[in-house]
């Protein structure tokens, strides 16, 4: 029933723009709030650094990583659902583009992005605009990086369809989102191991010091997560792009880690030796769910190539 509930509201803020106006304005409201305070927030910087200490990401691979390893440099990027810029500026100082232009639905992010670009004296400009309902140039870019960011998209085919015109032929697509189930409408195998987990992990590796609450996972009501569109068409993200997009790469991760331990309980894993081992199990427990095929990946990294106009599906064709 809550998955029935789940495409009601997909087809209900697709059909009726009220409806759409309303879970867009919270949305921007609650990422305008929670994207530059995370980037100030001292718990935050905290569990980043508990984060890279135990290797959280270690099963996947930064942008940054994929394009030294392929040799891939970009003269003018384009990042969808930029938030506060941290990406675009971590892949200049790495020298894997030489500019970016970034769109993000919150004025607030925007106001941050462009604040942190002027301290720095960064080559990059920015937009507020919804992905939902972006115009994009065509061929302008010759990288487009959507990541953690698809999951809030309404209207996934108009936005595969605009970053496919807006790549050169020979650009290239960055995609590293959530890509498990729509709505965080969890299988029941899924969602069994996890709670069997913090069943019985002590408090200390349960309460999150950026929210301080303890860690708790349950499907939630569709329409009640922690903004209206979160992970509102996640399952489909792979699926809709594969039709504009060849991918060239991937790497997909997390049966169930990130919920089971997610940002803000992490630096508790390092008081010492026996907790770090503790973390270990877990992430070679996480492994074994997807090696074995227990469970479906949540997390994916794809790179992606834009398909040539002949070998797009006929309805998909772009007109012009």
């Not at 309404?154 to 650009?171: I, M």
Request: glycine letters at 6%.
């Amino acid at each position: 029933m809550s998955a029935d509930k789940a495409q009601e509201i997909i087809k209900r803020a697709m059909a009726d723009r009220d409806v759409y106006d309303a879970m867009a304005a919270r949305e921007k409201e609650v990422w305008g709030k929670i994207l530059p305070d995370l980037e100030r927030s001292e718990a935050g910087i905290e569990d980043a650094r508990a984060s890279a200490m135990l290797g959280i990401d270690r099963h996947t691979l930064s942008l940054i990583g994929v394009a030294m390893g392929k040799k891939l440099r970009f003269e003018h990027g384009l990042v969808l659902g930029c938030g506060a810029g941290r990406l675009d500026r971590e892949l200049l100082r790495w020298g894997i583009c030489g500019s970016f232009h970034g769109i993000d639905i919150s004025e607030k992010a925007i106001a941050a992005a462009r604040e942190f670009a002027e301290e720095e004296k960064l080559p990059l400009t920015y937009e507020v605009a919804d992905l939902n309902s972006v115009e994009l140039p065509e061929k302008t870019f010759d990288l487009v990086a959507a990541q953690t960011t698809l999951h809030h998209i309404l209207f996934l085919e108009h936005v595969a369809e605009q970053a496919w015109r807006s790549l050169k032929s020979d650009g290239y697509l960055w995609i590293h989102d959530l890509v498990g189930e729509t709505q965080a409408q969890y299988d029941p195998k899924r969602l069994s191991i996890m709670d069997r987990i913090l069943a019985i992990l002590p408090e200390k590796f349960r309460r999150n010091k950026i929210n301080g609450q303890l860690t708790e996972i349950k499907c939630r009501e569709p329409g009640q997560l922690c903004s209206p569109f979160e992970q509102i068409r996640s399952g489909e993200i792979v699926p809709v792009f594969e039709r504009w997009f060849t991918i060239e790469w991937k790497r997909e991760f997390d049966a169930f880690l990130c919920l089971v331990v997610p940002r803000g309980t992490r630096a508790a894993y390092l008081e010492n030796e026996d907790t770090k081992a503790l973390f270990e199990i877990l992430m070679l427990f996480d492994r074994l769910c997807l090696e074995e095929k227990i469970v479906r990946p949540r997390g994916g990294q794809y790179l992606m190539r834009p398909k040539s106009v002949h070998d797009l599906p006929a309805k998909n064709t772009t007109s012009g």
